[in-house]
T-cell receptor, first 112, second 112 residues
Framework: GAGVSQTPSNKVTEKGKYVELRCDPI?????LYWYRQSLGQGPEFLIY????????DSGLPNDRFFAVRPEGSVSTLKIQRTERGDSAVYLC??????????FGPGTRLTVL | AQSVAQPEDQVNVAEGNPLTVKCTYS??????LFWYVQYPNRGLQFLLK??????LVKGSYGFEAEFNKSQTSFHLKKPSALVSDSALYFC??????????FGSGTKLNVKP
């Protein structure tokens, strides 16, 4: 079956621009997570959705970061006024609710 | 604060020899513990998890992990390493409901 997909796979943008990263979870998975992985580091939790609502957004670094999941399936991570420090791989994972997460391949964001 | 530590950036082992990849977690409640593997250009893949019960957990691809509460450790093990096991391994802990903390990763090199 189809796994978690993320688009685009790579995104290059200029400092100050707005970007949107998309995540398509596995069908039927109610939980969805966003992580950020910097080079040489493990994934860093950003936000967790249960259904349409953000159950925990304590990992979002500042108010430039925002995520939505309006219909409880696809999610979009939005970053305003991008900074060079935002460059990283952004990972999405979904879960049927039994602790195990299924990760997508990630979106590599480069801010020039 | 909750955290997960992987003290070794890299582990080298000869094919056929046993391998151990170390992980310790901070003591704060009773976290669920996980191991994930990441192959180049692919998403993280679940290997195994410890929720409760038997301290030795068996997972995918012949891997197992031993939970040690007194040492706050959850080391990943395999009796006989394969060259194809070479990858990046991440330990993770779930402290609060659905909030995960990952270690910084350990690169496993299995040489023929």
């Amino acid at each position: 079956g189809a796994g978690v997909s993320q688009t685009p796979s790579n995104k290059v943008t200029e400092k100050g621009k707005y970007v949107e990263l998309r995540c398509d979870p596995i069908s039927g998975h109610t939980a969805l997570y966003w992580y950020r992985q910097s080079l040489g580091q493990g994934p860093e939790f950003l936000i967790y959705f249960q259904g349409t609502g953000a159950a925990d957004d304590s990992g979002l670094p500042n108010d430039r970061f925002f995520a939505v999941r309006p219909e409880g399936s696809v999610s979009t991570l939005k970053i305003q006024r991008t900074e060079r420090g935002d460059s990283a791989v952004y990972l999405c994972a979904s879960s049927p609710g039994e602790n195990e997460q299924f990760f997508g391949p990630g979106t590599r964001l480069t801010v020039l | 604060a909750q955290s997960v530590a992987q003290p070794e950036d890299q582990v080298n082992v000869a094919e056929g020899n046993p391998l151990t990849v170390k992980c310790t977690y901070s003591v704060s409640g009773n976290p669920y513990l996980f191991w994930y593997v990441q192959y180049p250009n692919r998403g993280l893949q679940f290997l195994l998890k410890y929720i409760t019960g038997d301290n030795l957990v068996k997972g995918s691809y012949g891997f197992e992990a031993e939970f040690n509460k007194s040492q706050t450790s959850f080391h990943l093990k395999k009796p006989s390493a394969l060259v194809s096991d070479s990858a990046l391994y991440f330990c993770a802990a779930e402290y609060n409901f659905n909030k995960f903390y990952f270690g910084s990763g350990t690169k496993l090199n299995v040489k023929p």
